[in-house]
């Protein structure tokens, strides 16, 4: 396989663009799973401080740093993260309605 990628150009050069793609998909992967964890923790914190259910997206684009759309993406890209169905401009956690908080929960 490797003689066949360093004496033929086109497949080289496709194998080549192939692992370039899959690293950079995998950069962008991890560094949006980075981001949507920092919202977490950021509307995990929020939640408890303001002893609300929901808050605002604008909230989290001040305390995060990152532009409104951004925040709504990452918390739409989230798995625990919901956005609140009467105002679509406020987010809360999966287990919050229930009274039920994750890092309190007793196993």
């Known amino acids: 396989m490797w003689d066949l990628a360093s004496n033929n150009s086109f497949v080289g050069a496709f194998l080549s663009g ?3 793609f899959s690293v950079g998909w ?3 992967f991890f560094w949006k799973k980075h981001q949507s964890e920092n919202i977490y923790r950021i ?3 929020g939640l408890i401080e303001k002893n609300k259910s929901f808050l605002p997206t604008a909230y989290l684009s001040s305390r995060s740093g990152y532009t ?3 925040v709504e993406s990452l918390c739409c890209y989230h798995k625990k993260i919901c956005r609140n169905e009467k105002d679509f401009e406020s987010w809360r956690i999966e287990d919050r309605e229930q009274g039920i908080h994750r890092s309190k929960r007793v196993t």
Do not use: F, K
Request: with cysteine.
């Open 26 to 28: 995998l950069c962008s």
């Open 43 to 45: 509307l995990e914190s």
């Open 68 to 70: 409104q759309a951004h």
């Open 18 to 20: 192939i692992l370039l």
